[in-house]
């Protein structure tokens, strides 16, 4: 055997003598390892028993992004049937409910379809507040009404229930229909006959074709 | 001195032109064809005024987008017609826009310059501008009313003064 290599086996015998570095390494562990393995078994034993660690906490209301509506619909669509049972249908860009408590959804952009005798007849307006145990709309702001043979009528802030197939002025009012322009202090509308009743200084103002 | 002329200033009047009216009460009943003015009702057209209790529109038109058009009128109720050259009261009034007439019967009041005349019924045809009165107390298409009894038309002229 060359030097070197009587060298390196006597390293290698020195280190693996009784009482060299590896034994003295493994008799730490062997003292070492159980013990921390008692240890760790105690501290888990113990864990649950102790307060401190308690890992809950309570999710804070005020820093949590809340919605502040109730319920909110994109391209809503409300269907039922009216007093005579025929369907109508109330869809709206968008319906946002407050809150629980009250059954009134705020539209926006509706139209509403009905049936009627003479074929469907559509409701639209910008704004409108839809009650929906009375299955009624309040609407705010303009309102065109269009009929199946080109019956229209136009007229502002009317409540309009889908149910009765009415409209009710809640005050004064103005609006116009094939006769001509009108305006009164209270109107009421029944959409099957189309017939309207204007109370309450009534004015008309027929503009005439000149085809006679 | 007060011409006194026959000649109704109405006859100028378009039945074309705008109608106005005002109410305590409108009902339109549009598949009816029909509008119905209550309570102190107000017309307006061109130089027309016509007041009633109650009056009834009848139109047509309106839907196929050519405009209404005003058929005819039916007042009743203290009826009062005013215009720049007379003024008339009676019980109805039918304005036919159409052959453009005005029939005003029952208890006939004419004042036209001053004079004063009664009589059945009171036709005004706004073609020709003449206003006729006569004693027959019954109106165009049947409507008869009490008119005086003797069905007789009288009147009381004022006579311009002559100052020579």
């Known amino acids: 055997m060359s030097e070197a290599a009587r060298k390196k086996l006597g390293e290698r015998q020195a280190w693996a003598t009784p009482g060299g570095r590896h034994d003295r390494v493994v008799g730490f562990l062997q003292i070492a390892l159980p013990s921390a393995v008692g240890v760790l078994a105690a501290f888990l034993a113990m864990a649950p028993l102790q307060k401190s660690n308690e890992l809950s906490f309570l999710l804070s209301r005020d820093n949590v992004e809340i919605a502040g509506e109730r319920l909110r619909v994109e391209a809503a669509r409300y269907s039922g049937t009216d007093a005579t049972g025929r369907p109508f249908q109330l869809r709206a860009a968008s319906a946002v409910q407050r809150s629980s408590t009250t059954p009134f959804v705020e539209l926006a952009e509706l139209a509403a379809q009905l049936q009627l005798e003479d074929g469907p007849a559509t409701i639209t307006a910008n704004r409108g507040r839809y009650n929906l145990d009375e299955e009624a709309v309040r609407i705010n702001g303009p309102l065109a009404f269009r009929a199946a043979d080109g019956y229209r009528l136009d007229t502002s802030n009317v409540f309009v229930s889908l149910h009765d197939r009415e409209m009710r002025s809640a005050g004064d009012v103005t609006g116009r229909i094939p006769l001509g322009a009108f305006s009164a202090q209270r109107m009421r509308v029944d959409i099957p006959t189309r017939t309207i009743y204007l109370e309450g200084r009534a004015r008309l103002r027929i503009e005439q074709s000149q085809g006679r | ?164």
Do not use: K
């Open chain 2, 1 to 164: 001195a007060v011409p006194a002329s026959s000649q109704s200033a109405l006859q100028s009047l378009d039945s074309n032109a705008p109608v106005d009216v005002a109410a305590d009460r409108i009902e339109v009943q549009d598949r009816a064809d029909r509008a119905i003015f209550s309570g102190n009702v107000q017309v307006r057209q061109g130089n027309l005024s016509l007041d009633a209790a109650r009056i009834t529109v009848a139109y047509s038109g309106g839907i196929a987008g050519s405009g209404p058009q005003v058929q005819r009128l039916d007042a009743s109720g203290g009826v009062h017609i005013q215009s720049p050259s007379e003024s008339a009261r009676g019980q109805f009034a039918v304005y036919d826009l159409n052959r453009r007439l005005i029939t005003l019967i029952g208890g006939v009041e004419l004042n036209q310059g001053g004079n004063v005349i009664r009589g059945g019924r009171l036709v005004i045809d706004l073609n020709s501008g003449r206003a006729v009165i006569d004693g027959r107390s019954q109106g165009g298409d049947g409507i008869t009313t009490q008119g005086n009894a003797s069905g007789r038309v009288t009147g009381r002229f004022t006579v311009p003064q002559r100052n020579n």
